[in-house]
Structures are given as structure tokens and as C-alpha cells.
């Protein structure tokens, strides 16, 4: 005689039917506007930290925020650089030319210095700011 075991099949159609309504209402849930809602404003506002070893938490979208535009910022940037190379080139170019015996002597006083201590020789060169018209 076969002994036929319905319990256990019985119990998986039984666990697999309350999973799928438990998913359904679920869904349903969150499906509503306000319950999304609460859900979006928390993981936009959820704290997060603005650097690995600092205990400083801001909101997860200015953060977000922050590194789009500092993102976009750089691109911005380094495409004005890069459209404007030959402008650029030629101010540097006038502003050697115009500095240039400053720019030596500047070189001769950091060598003859550097020297003198006869440990190592390092040149550094620092420039009066000025602005261009």
C-alpha cells in the first residue's frame, strides 16, 4: 500500500500562497503615493558622511548634489581650458617674455642660495600677482 503525504504538500501551497499576498499587499503599499513619498523623502534625507574619517553626516541628496556639481563644475572647466588653449598660451608666453629677467635672477638667487648649504640644491621661483587687461 502507498502512503500518500498531502501535509506537506498542503503546507508549501499554503506558505507560497500567504508569500504571494504578503508581496501583493506589499506592492500595494508602496505603490501609494504617500507611503512612496515617505520612502523617497527618507533615502533623500537619510544621513550620510560627507568624509571617510569624519564624524560630519549631511543629507544624502546635498551630498549627491554637491559631487554632480563639482563634477559638472570640472568638465565645465577643464572644456574652457581646452577651448582656449591658444589665448591662454599666448598670455603665458607674454607674461615670460615680459618677466623673464626677473624670472632668472629669481633662478641665480635660489641656485646660489641652495649652494651654499651644500646639502642640496633647490630652486624655487615665486611671481608678483598681476592682472591682465
Known amino acids: 500500500m502507498t502512503t500518500i503525504n498531502l501535509g506537506d504538500d498542503i503546507n ?3 506558505v507560497a500562497a500567504v508569500n504571494a499576498r504578503i508581496t501583493a499587499e506589499t506592492f500595494a503599499a508602496l505603490s501609494n503615493d504617500e507611503t ?3 520612502f523617497v523623502q527618507a533615502a ?3 544621513p550620510v558622511e560627507v568624509e571617510r574619517y569624519s564624524s560630519k553626516k549631511v543629507a544624502w541628496i546635498e551630498q549627491v548634489l554637491k559631487n554632480a556639481i563639482q563634477a559638472a563644475t570640472k568638465a565645465a572647466i577643464a572644456q574652457w581650458v581646452n577651448d582656449n588653449q591658444g589665448p ?3 598670455r603665458v608666453e607674454a607674461a615670460l617674455t615680459e618677466n623673464m629677467s626677473g624670472i632668472a635672477a629669481a633662478m641665480v638667487d635660489s641656485m646660489t642660495k641652495s649652494t651654499e648649504s651644500g ?6 621661483l615665486a611671481f608678483e600677482k598681476r592682472t591682465f587687461d
Do not use: F, H, M, R
Open 12 to 14: 508549501a501551497t499554503i
Open 36 to 38: 512612496l513619498g515617505k
Open 44 to 46: 533623500l534625507y537619510q
Open 88 to 90: 591662454i598660451k599666448s
Open 119 to 124: 646639502y642640496s640644491t633647490k630652486v624655487s
